[in-house]
């Protein structure tokens, strides 16, 4: 019985590192949130794209929106984790301190939700995807993973939905409206912003001209 368990989870090891590998040269067939998007809402729109398609309006809105020390640290910011523990202290609203990579490693191989054992997972998977496949490749999973609208997942989707253009031909303002419905993008609407949208929209247009792409 324990040789069955240890060749189950050498199977599954060598697995996850096949994936990990392949998941550097191509984008995910299918992800477990979308699984969800389409069991919930009846559709799917996406249409991966790769880094360069994508443009710099809004791979710089989404960094400057999400994870400003993105291309500096190594997948994991402890300022913002402990800023957001300090935060989720005081009682107030719970907020993430989660890094793109950490979001990217969330969306590619793991699932929604806050238990230890997710987390757990994602600290590992975001440290090998952070040596295996280096910031370039990491943004451009994240860019084309995220949940961006009911039903709809990664920028390109969401910029013809939303825009009717492709992500590359965004404006600068277009870009960072894309980034301001993060992280609740069922809720909010770009096109029916209130005024806390509104806000967030014009601060996110100010940092991303702090933002220098790799």
């Known amino acids: ?42 559709k799917l729109k996406r249409d991966y794209v790769s880094y360069d398609e994508m443009g710099s309006n809004v791979k710089k809105a989404v960094v400057a929106a999400e994870d400003q ?17 300090e935060h989720n202290e005081k009682g107030k609203k719970l907020r993430g301190g989660s890094t793109i990579s950490q ?29 295996v496949w280096g910031k370039e ?4 999973r994240y860019l084309n993973s995220i949940e961006m609208g009911r039903g709809v997942f990664g920028v390109e989707a969401a910029s013809e939905y939303y825009f009717n253009k492709s992500s590359k031909n965004l404006t600068k303002s277009e870009a960072a409206w894309i980034a301001t419905i993060l992280p609740n993008p069922k809720k909010y ?17 100010r940092q991303m001209n702090n933002i220098a792409l790799k």
């Open 1 to 42: 019985m324990w040789k069955k368990i240890k060749k189950f989870i050498y199977i599954l090891i060598l697995a996850n590192i096949l994936f990990i590998v392949w998941g550097k040269f191509f984008n995910p067939p299918i992800t477990f949130t979308q699984i969800g998007g389409l069991v919930e809402f009846g």
């Open 69 to 85: 020390s993105f291309f500096s640290h190594n997948g994991f910011d402890y300022k913002a984790i402990q800023k957001a523990m």
């Open 103 to 131: 979001q990217t490693a969330k969306n590619i191989f793991l699932w929604q939700g806050r238990s230890w054992i997710r987390k757990g997972c994602e600290a590992v998977y975001t440290f090998i995807i952070e040596l």
């Open 137 to 140: 490749v990491i943004l451009e």
């Open 189 to 205: 609407d770009p096109k029916n912003p209130s005024a806390y949208l509104s806000k967030k929209h014009r601060w996110i247009m």
